[in-house]
């Protein structure tokens, strides 16, 4: 079989900026990731953000995620809050729509949705939770895909509601050896180093499954790999990854990865 015909999609959490205030480099990541998460206003971004964040990414070719959060805008959508399902639901409708809404104005359509910080993390670990999300998707657009952390109860739940799921690692993140990530209060937590990052990816692809820090291999599917767009070496990690990987992979937006 020739490597190269099997498909992998590199994307970032983009569209983070607010106001006046401003949160990473969008235009020197697009031209690296196939698929940009946008900021959907509950934890980042705002009308005029996520509609300029939409034109460049379609500008750029980049397939248009729904990047979901609680609303937290203080806290960057990390922290964890008590919702009822009634909210939850609501929530990841409220910002499918208002993101799909700028991608409709423009001739365009949201692709995939992606659930960020805490309420992905919570998800990951409460079947309910996990439940609530999918089903808004599903509600909103059956043919929407799931991106999803890679053996996540929030994985599963898309599958059992019948939605495509593309299975994700993160490139600047470490894992524990349930295949959750670790938490962002401790050491290590977060990858800085682009050379790390990389080191991390190919552990992860050449083992076929997620690697703890602890050395624990977890077999899984890997189909997308995530570069925060937040981070300080973001540009930097997504331009070696970007290389690294094309010489071993097709790259694709992530409706691709299911052609």
């Known amino acids: 079989m020739n490597v190269l015909a099997r498909k992998l999609n590199l994307n970032a959490d983009l569209g983070e900026s ?38 460049a990414a379609l500008a750029a070719g980049v397939s248009l995620g729904a990047h979901p959060s609680y609303p937290d805008l203080q806290g960057f959508g990390r922290r964890p809050m008590r919702c009822s399902t009634e909210e939850v639901e ?47 998707i599903k509600a909103y657009d059956e043919n929407l895909i799931l991106l ?29 050896d349930d295949a959750t990530l670790t938490s962002r209060k401790n050491s290590g937590a977060v990858l800085h180093d682009e050379a790390q990052c990389l080191a991390h990816v190919a552990a992860m692809l050449a083992a076929g499954g997620i690697v703890s820090r602890n050395g624990k291999v977890l077999p899984t599917k890997i189909q997308s ?35």
């Open 18 to 55: 607010y106001g006046a205030w401003r949160m990473g480099d969008d235009a020197s990541l697009l031209p690296l990731v196939q698929s940009a998460n946008l900021a959907c206003g509950f934890h980042a971004g705002d009308p005029v953000t996520m509609s300029k964040t939409v034109a």
């Open 90 to 136: 609501a929530y990841v409708l409220y910002q499918i729509g208002a993101l799909d809404g700028f991608a409709r104005a423009k001739g365009a359509r949201v692709s995939h949705v992606k659930p960020h910080g805490a309420l992905s993390n919570d998800a990951c670990r409460d079947a309910a939770l996990a439940a609530t999300i999918a089903r808004a």
């Open 148 to 176: 999803a952390p890679a053996l996540s109860l929030l994985a599963e739940a898309g599958a059992a509601a019948g939605l495509a799921v593309a299975a994700e690692i993160f490139a600047d993140r470490a894992y524990e």
């Open 225 to 259: 790999i995530c570069v925060h767009g937040d981070g300080p070496a973001a540009v930097a990690t997504a331009q070696i990854l970007r290389e690294k990987l094309a010489a071993q992979f097709t790259l694709t937006p992530i409706p691709a990865l299911f052609d």
